[in-house]
T-cell receptor, first 116, second 113 residues
């Protein structure tokens, strides 16, 4: 069973640029969530995708957007990068719980983005 | 979503038990209590979860107070590999806000040899 993988591991961009981060979900998982983790803070929820549709969004502006593909892998796109976007971006996948409710989330190692 | 309160940091000696507390006084009847941990330079890792009864798995035990307003994660014999930030999180059993997890700052556990 392959775990959650993310690419790239590290990335340096300049202010105003655009970035795309990628995530491959764990085998059998149909839901992907993205989180942003600033230094010294806990992860903050960005949005979630379920079966290729956005299924909830945290308090992030529209320049944060995403996609989920038929194989359930996902992309996070950030436009017009700002210095404060420098963070660790985490992807988590989850599957259908036994009762259709609680789903354990399995996290990837993250992509560390630095905006200069 | 309900909030949790955890100490900022704790220290433990290797091979001794560790009790990590979490207060969640506003927990609702349908909130699960989850624990995740994050080792340095890694993504968070699921540890354990429970609803009302105490739970045990290969990693840890979860003790839940009778009124469910607090819980304790128990590591029976701490190892150096257990040094991490431990997050206590509440999530509605039906997935809360589309099932996302709301992380606080967690408790940074240091383990001394």
């Amino acid at each position: 069973e392959t775990g959650v993988t993310q690419s790239p591991t590290h990335l340096i961009k300049t202010r105003g640029q655009q970035v795309t981060l990628r995530c491959s979900s764990q085998s059998g998982h149909n839901t992907v969530s993205w989180y942003q983790q600033a230094l010294g803070q806990g992860p903050q929820f960005i949005f979630q995708y379920y079966r290729e549709e956005e299924n909830g969004r945290g308090n992030f502006p529209p320049r944060f957007s995403g996609l989920q593909f038929p194989n359930y892998s996902s992309e996070l796109n950030v436009n017009a990068l700002e210095l404060d976007d420098s963070a660790l971006y985490l992807c988590a996948s989850s599957g259908q719980g036994l009762a259709g409710g609680f789903r354990t989330q399995y996290f990837g190692p993250g992509t560390r983005l630095l905006v200069l | 979503d309900a909030k949790t309160t955890q100490p900022n940091s704790m220290e433990s000696n290797e091979e001794e038990p560790v009790h990590l507390p979490c207060n969640h006084s506003t927990i609702s009847g349908t909130d699960y209590i989850h624990w995740y941990r994050q080792l340095p330079s890694q993504g968070p890792e699921y540890v354990i979860h429970g609803l009302t009864s105490n739970v045990n798995n290969r990693m840890a035990s979860l003790a839940i107070a009778e009124d469910r307003k607090s819980s304790t994660l128990i590591l029976h014999r701490a190892t150096l590999r257990d040094a991490a930030v431990y997050y206590c999180i509440l999530s509605n059993m039906w997935g809360g806000s589309q099932g996302n997890l709301i992380f606080g700052k967690g408790t940074k556990l240091s383990v001394k040899p």
